[in-house]
């Protein structure tokens, strides 16, 4: 039977997939009404108020001034570069589309982990990595443009740099939590991502002001969720099993993403996808399960 100390790191991983999942949607819901900077900027804010409740759990003691450039890093890759891309991702194509494309997070784990921690790269994993890029590419090129997508090839791209920013980032968070907890490294990249978009947003003549007509009571509410719930609730949990398992297991989970993005995006906000999109959404699926699939050995 396995004990709470086990059940307790996939629990939270699964949640933490849910979380991010609906967070295309939150985002996708979000940008209708806002800017995209600002609706980032705010996002991260109300996430680095909401931590300064936990500021006694985050062991600042432990504070090595020698880890700040790793931690700085970690902070640029996401939330910074991670939303720079996302955000204009989710402008440009379906929030069900960019979740399909996060699954190939895990895949793209294991080929840094093969490049910077030495571990041994298989050739199902290069096999399923070349068959997931070619179901990201058909499900790209065979997307029609949309209000809700309006340029679908850029716009996965972008989320695909964007899962290049997480997946270094996972590697990053996997060292760094053998000395921090997961409330430190959560508030450390709340408050450096805030401070990040804020110098952004406000340093952009092209920026506009988050009322630009009047306020939008769903929107606003989507970007509390984004702030509070996602970047709190869904990196904490994240980073808190990044500290108990192993970098690519907790990668394998993000398998979840586009399960639920395509679930609440079709009851949500009501998107589809024909079935050549369906097809490439196979090929991604098959790229990335053969890539982990490990066969029982006899006896």
């Not at 996708?28 to 991260?44: G, N, T």
């Not at 805030?194 to 939008?216: K, N, Q």
Request: hydrophobic share 55%.
């Amino acid at each position: 039977m396995p004990n709470r100390s086990t059940l307790l790191p996939y629990g939270a991983l699964i949640l933490a997939m849910l979380i991010w999942g609906s967070s295309f949607i939150a985002l996708k819901y979000a940008f209708i009404s806002y800017d995209s900077s600002w609706v980032i900027f705010w996002r991260l804010l109300f996430a680095t108020l909401f931590l300064l409740l936990f500021i006694p759990k985050m062991s600042l003691r432990s504070f090595r001034s020698q880890d700040l450039p790793a931690l700085l890093l970690m902070a640029l890759l996401e939330p910074c570069l991670y939303f720079v891309f996302e955000s204009k991702a989710i402008e440009n194509t379906t929030a069900s589309q960019a979740g399909m494309i996060s699954s190939m997070l895990p895949v793209l784990v294991a080929l840094l982990a093969a490049w910077l921690l030495g571990e041994r790269l298989k050739n199902r994993m290069m096999i399923g990595f070349l068959v997931a890029i070619l179901g990201a590419l058909w499900l790209s090129l065979s997307s029609s443009l949309s209000d809700y997508a309006p340029n679908p090839l850029l716009g996965n791209f972008l989320e695909f740099l964007a899962m290049l920013c997480a997946a270094f980032f996972t590697i990053s968070v996997k060292r760094l939590s053998q000395r921090y907890n997961a409330f430190f490294l959560t508030g450390f990249q709340s408050l450096m991502g805030a401070l990040f978009f804020g110098v952004l947003t406000f340093a952009s003549p092209l920026s506009e002001p988050m009322g630009r007509d009047e306020l939008h009571f769903g929107a606003l509410g989507a970007i509390v969720y984004l702030g509070v719930v996602v970047s709190f609730g869904g990196y904490g949990l994240y980073n808190y099993a990044l500290s108990k398992v192993e970098a690519s297991q907790a990668a394998g989970f993000t398998n979840l993403i586009p399960l639920f993005s395509l679930i609440l995006g079709y009851f949500l906000l009501g998107e589809t996808l024909n079935s050549s999109q369906l097809f490439g959404c196979g090929l991604i699926f098959l790229g990335v399960v053969g890539a982990f699939y490990r066969q029982k050995s006899r006896g």
